[in-house]
């Protein structure tokens, strides 16, 4: 009964290569996103999605697409990557509204390794 | 432009005492919220305990507290009677203001803390 799962675990591949992480929310949230965690530990927001609508795109190169084929499922492809794309990836999500419901609830991260 | 400024980044604490991990934040928005989450050595972030900015009350949730302290900005987060359990990594984080039902989580740059037996 995960609430916002992430797969796969652990991602080793070459530069160059291109490779997606799925993300799945069943907590019924409206709205998910997608977190960078570098190498200092230290945290970034890359997307949101509300209700398969892109909403906050940061500055990520756009080798980087998110894909929402539904509300609860936001995918990340990456395209020919990099060695600094070497990082840990979250997944999050919250239900999108003030008031209560603003907590974002987040995946157990995809630890990528780019070699 | 909002920031989030933990100043320790190490602490140690006695198993079964209390510990206060600091949170200085910044911002020129009347509305935001705070939150702090954990992450264990297994990688996973936790959410811990969050508190409005409109809130009249320190937000409480089991052995956490928030002291929140609005004119000081600053959200630290306390927690009682420590465990093993508790040695983890703690960010504190503030949300941006919202943009259509999303929101940016600005995170400060983390404190370790480490519960001896």
């Known amino acids: 009964d995960t609430a916002v799962s992430q797969t796969p675990k652990y991602l080793v591949t070459q530069m160059g290569n291109d490779k997606s992480i799925k993300c799945e929310q069943n907590?019924?949230?409206?709205?998910m996103y997608w977190y960078k965690q570098d190498s200092k530990k230290f945290l970034k927001i890359m997307f949101s999605?509300?209700?398969?609508?892109?909403?906050i795109n940061e500055t990520v190169p756009n080798r980087f697409s998110p894909k929402s084929p539904d509300k609860a499922h936001l995918n990340l492809h990456i395209n020919s990557l990099e060695l600094g794309d070497s990082a840990v990836y979250f997944c999050?999500?919250?239900?999108?509204?003030?008031?209560?419901?603003?907590?974002?609830?987040f995946g157990p991260g995809t630890r990528l390794l780019v070699l | 432009a909002q920031k989030i400024t933990q100043t320790q980044p190490g602490m140690f604490v006695q198993e079964k005492e209390a510990v206060t991990l600091d949170c200085t934040y910044d911002?020129?928005?009347?509305?935001?919220?705070l939150f702090w989450y954990k992450q264990p050595s297994s990688g996973e972030m936790i959410f811990l305990i969050y508190?409005?900015?409109?809130?009249?009350q320190n937000a409480t949730e089991g052995r956490y507290s928030l002291n929140f302290q609005k004119a000081r900005k600053s959200a630290n987060l306390v927690i009682s009677a420590s465990q093993l359990g508790d040695s983890a990594m703690y960010f504190c984080?503030?949300?941006?203001?919202?943009?259509?039902?999303?929101?940016?989580?600005?995170f400060g740059s983390g404190t370790r803390l480490l519960v001896r037996p």
């Open positions: 999050a999500s919250s239900q999108g509204v003030a008031g209560g419901g603003e907590t974002q609830y």
């Open positions: 907590l019924g949230h409206d709205t």
């Open positions: 999605y509300n209700n398969k609508e892109l909403i």
């Open positions: 911002t020129s928005d009347p509305s935001y919220g």
């Open positions: 508190q409005g900015s409109y809130d009249q």
């Open positions: 984080a503030m949300r941006e203001p919202w943009m259509d039902s999303s929101y940016k989580l600005i």
